[in-house]
């Protein structure tokens, strides 16, 4: 895996019984019932990492935090250098 790596917030439509808020849901064009999540892909567009968020808060402080919980949950050294790019629709 090399140091390139992508950020993208995903938003698919919920299909469950549970009272969940409404978001924007990019494939529907419409706010409707979504599960977001974040993940992060490998510039080949392998996923390594992905978690369901909160889609009310802001992508800039969920960021940093999806890159700290990463770090935890497969360890990549303090020292290595990484690059995130940030898709389109963030």
Known sequence: MGSDLYFAPHSK???GE???LKGWCSNLHAATKVRPSDCVHTDRGEPIY??????FEAWRPRFFGVVERRRTARPWPRERGLTFVLD???
């Open 13 to 15: 439509p919920y299909t």
């Open 18 to 20: 549970q009272p969940v």
């Open 50 to 55: 992905c978690e369901t968020t909160d889609n």
């Open 88 to 90: 389109r629709g963030v």
